[in-house]
């Protein structure tokens, strides 16, 4: 896919991540722009670079995070539209392994939690605004379970819900077609 998609993909997410955030009701921690600490620790290691506070994140790390940790390492690079944007931005608010076993399931495919070719194969056989839809909906159930496990969750339920709101708004305005039948290889 272009990078345009990711492009306009990370600008719906920061929309909604923001800035620096150390929420003591956040399971996720200090964050800036929607990276947690252990993440961009994460990543500053695995280049050679210095350990730093995560409010120090320049633009090019954020971006380059995302695309590599977020947008290849999830395979949105090679979804249909509007799937790649519902995928990557669920990716980064609820949790990879979580979010591919929700494509899985909605796809009616092996549930694995691993985005592959057979998985990419069966998103791209179906009606891609659908399935967008069907994994925003899972996304809901899941912002229910949590608040319903702990109530310190209910601070956070009325911005996802909003968030969600929106992505299905541009789920439904992609214009994407309703099927449309590429082969995947890899």
């Avoid at 991540?17 to 990276?35: A, H, L, Q, W």
């Avoid at 977020?70 to 690079?77: I, L, P, R």
């Amino acid at each position: 896919m272009s990078t345009d998609r990711l492009a306009d993909s990370l600008k719906f997410t920061l929309s909604w991540e923001g800035g620096y955030s150390n929420n003591k009701d956040d399971p996720g921690g200090e964050t800036n722009f929607g990276i947690t600490r252990a993440v961009y620790d994460h990543y500053r290691h695995g280049r050679g670079l210095a350990v730093r506070s995560v409010k120090l994140i320049t633009p090019d790390e954020v971006h380059d995070i995302y695309f590599t940790l977020y947008w290849q390492a999830s395979h949105c690079d090679k979804m249909p539209v509007p799937l790649d944007l519902v995928m990557f931005d669920s990716f980064v608010n609820c949790g990879r392994d979580r979010v591919a076993k929700w494509l899985q399931a909605s796809l009616g495919v092996v549930v694995d939690g691993r985005v592959g070719p057979y998985t990419l194969a069966a998103a791209w056989s179906g009606d891609h605004t659908k399935l967008a839809l069907a994994v925003c909906d899972q996304r809901a159930v899941h912002y229910a379970r949590l608040v319903k496990a702990n109530k310190k969750f209910s601070t956070f339920i009325k911005g996802w819900t909003r968030r969600l709101d929106a992505l299905r708004v541009l789920c439904v305005a992609s214009g994407a077609p309703a099927v449309v039948s590429v082969p995947v290889t890899g």
